[in-house]
T-cell receptor
Framework: AQSVAQPEDQVNVAEGNPLTVKCTYSVSGNPYLFWYVQYPNRGLQFLLKYITGDNLVKGSYGFEAEFNKSQTSFHLKKPSALVSDSALYFCAVHSNDYKLSFGAGTTVTVRA | SAVISQKPSRDICQRGTSLTIQCQVDSQVTMMFWYRQQPGQSLTLIATANQGSEATYESGFVIDKFPISRPNLTFSTLTVSNMSPEDSSIYLC???????????FGSGTRLTVV
């Protein structure tokens, strides 16, 4: 079985400050890890993924994520948050099959 | 990546009726998926829509309630049957190939059952 945990329901940061959204995972086999963002009344938009290779993955809109195998984590980061980054963020994983498992989601609020 | 057109974007339906959601992809894809996102919650996989064969349903979801069609490699429909207020959710279709290639999602259908 595979699972994803996003321990924080909400993250609040001031604009210009660093943003971190936490994610830990559990899979049997090699993990394929993803971050998606959902804006109100919109579908899911892909941010970035980790398949193999460099542990630091760069994605859309200035986001990056660091894969840590020993801690089974894949935290999403942005060095300087924008008000427009306020949204719902989902971490997801799949292993040897094709089925994505999603975390519960983290609501990010960036205040001006 | 594939572009998905999902319709309708939202609907308000009477309990006991059915709604069919359509998902059109701009390229041929092997795997299509249907998800449910209940209010304030994460995404749950309903089923995998396989072209030319029956859909594969996840635990807790049955064909009588959520019949799925997949007539070709670019199109699928999900029907929510005999609706109740508990079916009020966002329903999303997705395409992807596994292996870390990533998944693309439709914009979703926001269903309210009254």
């Amino acid at each position: 079985a595979q699972s994803v945990a996003q321990p924080e329901d909400q993250v609040n940061v001031a604009e210009g400050n660093p943003l971190t959204v936490k994610c830990t995972y559990s899979v049997s086999g090699n993990p394929y890890l993803f971050w998606y963002v959902q804006y109100p009344n919109r579908g899911l938009q892909f941010l970035l993924k980790y398949i193999t290779g460099d542990n630091l993955v760069k994605g859309s809109y200035g986001f990056e994520a660091e894969f840590n195998k020993s801690q089974t984590s894949f935290h999403l980061k942005k060095p300087s948050a924008l008000v427009s980054d306020s949204a719902l963020y989902f971490c997801a994983v799949h292993s040897n099959d094709y089925k994505l498992s999603f975390g519960a989601g983290t609501t990010v609020t960036v205040r001006a | 990546s594939a572009v998905i057109s999902q319709k309708p974007s939202r609907d308000i339906c009477q309990r006991g009726t059915s709604l069919t959601i359509q998902c059109q992809v701009d390229s041929q894809v092997t795997m299509m998926f249907w998800y449910r996102q209940q209010p304030g919650q994460s995404l749950t996989l309903i089923a995998t829509a396989n072209q030319g064969s029956e859909a594969t349903y996840e635990s807790g979801f049955v064909i009588d309630k959520f019949p799925i069609s997949r007539p070709n490699l670019t199109f699928s429909t999900l029907t929510v049957s005999n609706m109740s207020p508990e079916d009020s959710s966002i329903y999303l279709c997705s395409v992807g190939e596994g292996g870390g290639h990533g998944y693309t999602f439709g914009s979703g259908t926001r269903l309210t059952v009254v």
